[in-house]
């Protein structure tokens, strides 16, 4: 099960963290962040693998977001600076075990439930 937190309402330019947590072995997975919004369909953002070592980001977000993970509190980071109108959506937390970084959402297993995203102009 993972759990999303840290999404609110900011004016654009600020900053939000968003965190994602599990139990289990979620060490042992690979982690992405899609985001949705209303009438468009969920979108890749961010993605981590199991050990740190890769990143890969959506060429909207490069130089603005960057995701990190902390194994000895089993959590992911999505550190959004710079954010902008077209960034409301909502973000999930996507995680799977099969090896290497992926974009397309088909390819995680697991999902949180979350958490709403909204900058304002």
């Known amino acids: 099960q993972l759990v999303e937190s840290g999404g609110g309402l900011v004016q654009a330019g600020n900053s939000l963290s968003l965190s994602c947590t599990s139990t289990g072995y979620f060490n042992s997975y690979n982690v992405a962040w899609f985001r949705q919004s209303p009438g468009k369909e969920r979108e890749f953002v961010a993605a981590?693998?199991?050990?740190?070592?890769?990143?890969h980001y959506a060429d909207f977000v490069k130089g603005r977001f960057t995701i990190s993970r902390d194994h000895d509190k089993l959590i992911v980071h999505l550190q959004m600076n710079g954010l902008k109108p077209d960034d409301t959506a909502v973000y999930y937390c996507?995680?799977?075990?099969?090896?290497?970084?992926?974009?397309?959402?088909?390819?995680?297993?697991?999902w949180g439930q979350g958490t709403q995203v909204t900058v304002s102009s």
């Open positions: 996507a995680a799977d075990g099969v090896a290497g970084i992926h974009i397309r959402a088909d390819e995680y297993r697991y």
């Open positions: 981590i693998t199991w050990d740190g070592a890769d990143t």
